[in-house]
């Protein structure tokens, strides 16, 4: 969402305006890519687009995955393209912040981003029943 500079603390029509991009960035092809990726970013796609739309992750790779998706190399070289969400994406649908500092940059955002969800301990594989009621009450937060 952008670099930004002290103090910041974001105020609740920044949260409305993340949301609102949110939801046109998950409206585009690239939502297989949010789908598939699984913990909080899928949840948080869920969150944009309901459940209608986890069908669309079954129907195979978007029109995007080549140029913008995961390439992965087969046992026999063989090479496969499959929607992946790149490092700003992910960023971006956690709500993201870079809050520029003197000699450093100190990132923020709405919701924890991939690293510090696998180390939480709500990451087990699966979204649990308390995943949802942690989602719901930071959602309720906010």
């Known amino acids: 969402l952008g670099h930004r500079q002290p103090p910041f603390n974001p105020p609740y029509a920044d949260y409305v305006v993340y949301e609102q ?8 092809p690239r939502v297989r890519a949010a789908f598939l990726h699984g913990g909080l970013i ?13 069908p669309s992750v079954v129907e195979g790779i978007s029109t995007e995955a080549v140029p913008f998706g ?18 700003e994406e992910i960023d971006f649908m956690c709500g993201t912040y870079y ?16 690293n510090a969800w696998n180390a939480s301990g709500l990451n087990v594989g699966f979204w649990s029943a308390r995943c949802e ?3 719901q009450t930071c959602l309720g937060n906010i």
């Open 21 to 28: 991009l949110r939801h046109e960035f998950m409206n585009r």
């Open 42 to 54: 899928w949840r948080l796609a869920l969150h944009s687009l309901g459940f209608d739309h986890l």
């Open 70 to 87: 995961d390439l992965f190399v087969g046992d026999g070289g063989q090479t496969y393209y499959d929607d992946g969400l790149s490092e």
């Open 99 to 114: 809050i520029d500092l003197h000699e450093c940059t100190t990132v923020v955002s709405w919701w924890p981003r991939p």
């Open 133 to 135: 009621d942690w989602f």
